[in-house]
């Protein structure tokens, strides 16, 4: 995939990134307070983030050039299901693999 | 009651990361195995978990660069995952500001989720620890936490250049963050959030350089905290 340049660029940078991120107010800011403004964004950067990432992938794809795959959909809002409703990790991944692997044994 | 002394704090910080094994290790053999199908060597898979230290960035930007998202959007979107960290660095700072600048130092590097997350619960319930036990059990959590992170993923990337690319865990890690975000659904604000981070990234998706990502990224954040804001009002 990834040259090694710029796959080395991005575990150096992003190595460095994300302990400044850990280090800013520890080391740097001290104990005074944040805007709250500024928090209230922070608090949502995960579940804004990674769904974005995830759902053109769930939608459209690689492994099937782009066109939309009921397997893995349902695997996805299946995971997605068992993992809103239990708040268990593994039995929202659990869930998925077993509708992937599933559909895939039961149709070959 | 807890016992006094550094090595009292660090054997107990120990025991309360001990579980955390079971978080851990499959998240970092996943990652393993997933640099390695995407062609990452066994060392370039380790350096990637011992410098970033971060599954989910890290899983974002593998992700990303398995896309040839250009190197500045796979940076941006890979720190964006880790905007939590500082959240964590600004909320432990009041505990253990006063340590020398090279403790802090250690102590930002291992600063993760499930560190924190144990540390910070300890410090509230001792408030009157001495820093130096306070530290003690920091490292305490962290030592099951992360070369335990470092070794599985050395072993998923072993295990995964024995596995053929054409099993198709291209949607392994689509299925780990679904399994990792419904669960931190937790209020309204966080649904909204989610919500309108998809409906974006779907919608701006024709975007280039993945920048659909970014749009729909911060109109989640944006849509969080505005719920929250109108909750509290």
Known sequence: MTDPTTLWTVIILLGLGSFGLRFVFLGLVGDRPLPDWLLRHLRYTAVAVLPALVAPLVVWPRATGGETDPVRLTAALAALAVGYVTKNIYGAMGTGAAVLIGANYGLA | MAGSGPMSSYWRGFRDGVPFLLVVVPFALLFGVLATEAGLSVFETLSFSVVVIAGAAQFTALQLMQDNAPTIVVLASALAVNMRMAMYSASITPYLGALPIWKRAITAYFLVDQTYAASII????????????????????????????????????????????????????????????APALRTRAHVAAALTAIVLALGFAWLPYNLGLIVGAIGGMIAGAEVERRAEA
């Not at chain 2, 059990?137 to 998923?156: E, K, L, Q, R």
């Not at chain 2, 024995?162 to 963050?177: H, M, R, V």
């Open chain 2, 122 to 181: 300890d410090y509230e319930k001792h408030p009157d620890q001495p820093i130096t036990d306070k530290w003690a059990y920091f490292m305490g959590v962290m030592t099951p936490i992360c070369p335990p992170w470092y070794v599985a993923t050395v072993a998923g990337a072993v295990l995964g250049e024995t596995i053929p690319s054409e099993l198709g865990l291209d949607f392994a890690l689509p299925i780990a963050f679904i399994a990792m975000i």
